[in-house]
Each structure stands twice: as C-alpha cells, then as structure tokens.
C-alpha cells in the first residue's frame, strides 16, 4: 500500500531537548517536504527536498533541520524545541513534477512542547 | 507570489443541503489548484485537482469544483451533504515552475447537522 509514514503521532517534550519525527514513503518519490498546521493558518511549509542531498527552507523555517540522506527517508529534527513549535507536523510526498502532481500526506504528529 | 484565500473559517449546512466551499487565487499565471480534505485526526487527503484540462473537475465522494479563470476562483461543490462529510477542507495551489510547492489556503471547517 501507498503510504507516508510518520513516527511518533503524538509527543510531548520540555524546551530544550532535542528531538526527531520520522518520515518515510514507499513511492519512490523524489520531492518531500514538512508543514505545519496551526488554527487559521492552514499547512504552512518548513523544508522541502527535491532528492536524496537536496533540500532547502520552506516559509517558516527557524528552528527547524531536516536531512535527506536516503530517498525515503526525511526526518524533522529541533535541536532546541520552544513551546511556540508546538503545533501538528505533517510530511508530504510527491513526484517531482511540474506542480501538476499531488502530494501525498503522512498521519501527523501532534506536538507538544512544555 | 502565489497565495490561495478561502473564504469562511467554518461552514454549517444541513444534511442534504448544499456544500460550497470558496477558493480564490491570485497567481500571475493559471496555476494548478487542489482541494484536500482532512477528517479528524487523519492527514490530508486528495478530493480533486485542476491541471488545465476541464474547467469543471469531478472528484470523489461527489464533490466537484469549477475553475474559473476570469474570477480567479475554484470553489468546492456537493449537491447533497452527508453526515460523514464533516472535516476540515484545504485549498492549494502550486504553480509551473514549483516542483512539487503547495500554497495552502487556511481551511475551512464543515459541520453537518441533521
């Protein structure tokens, strides 16, 4: 089955201590990318990678790292969470294509950061 | 810069009624648009998508929507709403030369009541 895969789906973690979610997809698609979805500002879009070593700042980037390594894979990393990154995440994939093609989404994370 | 507005944070319309859900554009070429839909606690999911070909695009679950060039709009439709139409709905659009970036709109909440 089609899917992106997103680990874990909630999490709750104190300023400061470093985490990842995970992403992973089984499309064989060379563009993802990581949104968060805040109240009234819909998906707003953090790092995109358009192939395994390539990526680059979305709209709201601050705080956020991201690394490509393997097509597959695209894990969000915060070094040093803050309470206003407390949001739902969503990691996206696609093929890359000339914006006709449709993103496929993840499950989401829900976190929390106290 | 490409940016999508949707008109009306939540909408609330009675079982068997009409659905319209608005999306508007602005884009200095016709772009490629898509609504999603997000039921609680699950991602985004594909409802349809606008890619130049017929200006009314059918999707599932019998919504469709209507690209409409001289207004810059894409509005969602559903003749008849059903209970399990409840969700948040997403418009996007994403442009030529975007390989893969959306532009989401802030969503709109739908409520079916009986």
């Known amino acids: 089955e089609a899917q992106v895969t997103q680990n874990p789906r909630y999490l709750i973690t104190v300023t400061g201590k470093k985490l990842t979610v995970t992403c992973s997809q089984n499309m064989n698609h060379e563009y993802m990318s990581w949104y968060r979805q805040d109240p009234g500002l819909g998906l707003r879009q953090i790092y995109y990678s358009m192939n395994v070593e390539v990526t680059d700042k979305g709209d709201v980037p601050e705080g956020y790292k991201v690394s490509r390594k393997e097509k597959r894979n695209f894990p969000l990393i915060l070094e040093s969470p803050s309470p206003n990154q407390t949001s739902l995440y969503f990691c996206a994939s696609s093929l890359f294509g000339q914006g006709n093609t449709e993103a496929f989404f993840g499950q989401g994370t829900r976190l929390t950061v106290v | 810069a490409q940016s999508v507005t949707q008109l009306g944070s939540h909408v609330s319309v009675s079982e068997g009624a009409l659905v319209l859900l608005r999306c508007n554009y602005s884009s200095s070429v016709p772009p490629y648009l898509f609504w999603y839909v997000q039921y609680p606690n699950q991602g985004l999911q594909l409802l349809l998508k606008?890619?130049?070909?017929?200006?009314l695009v059918k999707g599932i679950n019998g919504f469709e929507a209507e690209f409409k060039k001289s207004e810059t709009s894409f509005h969602l439709t559903k003749p008849s709403a059903h209970m399990s139409d409840a969700a948040e709905y997403f418009c996007a659009v994403s442009e030529t030369d975007s390989w893969g970036k959306f532009q989401f709109g802030a969503g709109t909440q739908v409520v079916v009541t009986p």
């Open positions: 606008y890619t130049s070909a017929a200006t």
